[in-house]
């Protein structure tokens, strides 16, 4: 039986991975989106399972009230060590955090600052078993620092609550001959070796690199062991090594695919006569692979689909910043109720925390879902976006007298609020079905029905990410600035389904 990569087609960015028993467990860096730190299950490396997320709000929370799209959590590094799972993150513009939970579903602890500072990315901790001792490795973002191309070292106190000295330089990038951005640093020993496996060259055209050296400290030696040659895996970027029960060794990875963002691969991974680790196929990425000497399961994927039943949503959405009580309220039937807040900033789908989102698919795809308009507020709207540094929307909004039109709607990435994508249309009973169709390259064309058939709106809209994100989809309900409540619409039979 074979696999074929990417395992995960949709932006699980910045993977890292772990084994506890039987079980893989998988996050990925959720940036100013929340829930944030997705938690991810499969038994046999190919087939995942979104099962939560470890961190409910983004902290300090006034920071985190508006979007902050390219913030927040970044690389995050996931750990099994003295029955507790850990996670290891740097907040660019706030330093290295921590959390750990007795169970892969939590409780998690509050977010625990480890080392405050600007520029602090990537982190990485080791509990080694041989000393007993801990250590900790993380990279730098010249964007907050004026520092990258070099990973930083220490050594931590082995309950992961403080760093044990101001740490040292143990990897210079720019030492290296053709080396640059190296960064995301995955800390392993084995065979004797401190080993760190870290991505150099940039997420669209980099290679992973691989470090060893018999001190936590240095000097460490370097080798390529992963780099695109001449397939159409660009990159590929930084992820995390695994090891089977069986001692099979797999190596999970990142590609960066511009609006559908960073895909994750499987790659085999063994080791050479000289102690070297050879990733894919002879430091090539795979595309095709004999699956891990595992159980078969069941073909699995995150989920998208929703009925949202009773009013709740499921584990693949997340709010674009820290939510509020009341932007979604339970009931007792299905369909997303989403109150229609007020905002001035309503022309600008960019700036709003009460977006809710989840991943664009990776692969050719038409998203469905039904609308209805409550809210008797002239200038209420509703509607499904993608949503990135250009956007585009297609809904419904209530005009002055009274009347409900479809509109469409879209903003280029330098443009400061949006405007029309096609003519607005009466809509009947309140009510339309909306569809986006995702062709290759990300090129989505816009659909409606209200009453009359399914009917195609405006032009091709483009889906673009943002710096580091892949572009999202999006269900929004908003109002302009006044007072009082101003009303609802509800979302139903939320699909997506391969075009």
Not at 289 to 299: F, G, I, R, T
């Amino acid at each position: 039986m074979t696999y074929t990569n990417p395992i995960l087609n949709a932006d699980w960015s910045d993977p890292d991975v772990v084994r506890v028993g039987d079980d893989f467990y998988l996050t990925a860096s959720s940036f100013g989106r929340v829930p944030g730190l997705p938690l991810l299950h499969s038994r046999d490396l190919v087939n995942w399972t979104l099962i939560g997320h470890a961190l409910e709000r983004l902290e300090p929370a006034g920071e985190f009230a508006k979007p902050r799209h390219d913030c927040g959590v970044w690389a995050p590094s996931l750990r099994y060590h003295d029955e507790r799972f850990w996670i290891f993150w740097g907040d660019p513009d706030q330093g290295i955090f921590q959390i750990n939970a007795p169970e892969i579903r939590g409780p998690w602890s509050r977010p625990h600052l480890l080392k405050e500072g600007k520029g602090l990315i990537d982190p990485c901790p080791l509990w080694d078993e041989e000393s007993g001792e801990a250590y900790l490795v993380h990279a730098w973002a010249k964007s907050r620092s004026g520092v990258k191309n070099r990973l930083t070292g220490h050594r931590m106190d082995p309950d992961g609550l403080e760093l044990l000295d101001e740490g040292k330089l143990i990897v210079d990038g720019d030492r290296i001959p053709g080396w640059f951005t190296l960064e995301g640093p995955k800390l392993y020993r084995h065979d004797g070796w401190f080993w760190i496996l870290a991505p150099a060259g940039g997420v669209e055209t980099g290679w992973q690199g691989a470090f060893r050296a018999r001190e936590f400290f240095g000097p460490y030696e370097e080798k390529v062991v992963l780099e695109q040659q001449d397939t159409d895996v660009n990159g590929p970027h930084q992820g995390g090594w695994v090891r089977t029960s069986s001692g099979q060794d797999w190596f999970l990875h990142f590609q960066q695919r511009g609006a559908y963002g960073r895909v994750v691969h499987l790659q085999p991974m063994r080791w050479d006569e000289d102690g070297w680790p050879v990733v894919g196929d002879e430091g090539a990425p795979v595309v095709v692979h004999e699956k891990p000497d595992l159980p078969a399961q069941q073909p699995a994927a995150p989920a998208t689909d929703d009925d949202f039943p009773g009013g709740r949503f499921g584990r693949q959405w997340s709010w674009t910043a820290n939510p509020q009580d009341g932007w979604a309220t339970q009931h007792s039937g299905d369909g997303l109720r989403l109150t229609c807040v007020r905002s001035a900033d309503a022309h600008d789908l960019r700036t709003l925390p009460n977006v809710l989102t989840q991943r664009l698919p990776g692969m050719p795809s038409a998203v469905d879902v039904e609308l209805q308009l409550h809210s008797e507020e002239p200038g209420a709207r509703a509607g499904l976006a993608v949503l990135g540094d250009a956007f585009g929307w297609i809904g419904l909004q209530r005009e002055g007298d009274g009347t409900v039109h479809l509109v469409h709607r879209f903003a280029e990435g330098v443009a400061e609020r949006e405007r029309d994508a096609d003519h607005p249309r009466p809509a009947v009973d309140d009510r339309a079905r909306l569809r986006i169709e995702i062709g290759p390259g990300a090129r989505c064309r816009f659909f409606y029905d209200i009453g009359e058939g399914l009917r195609p709106s405006g032009p091709v809209f483009a889906a673009t990410p943002w710096r580091w994100v892949g572009a999202l989809l999006g269900l929004f309900a908003l109002a302009p600035v006044g007072s009082g409540h101003a009303g609802a619409a509800t979302f139903s039979h939320f699909r997506i389904d391969p075009l």
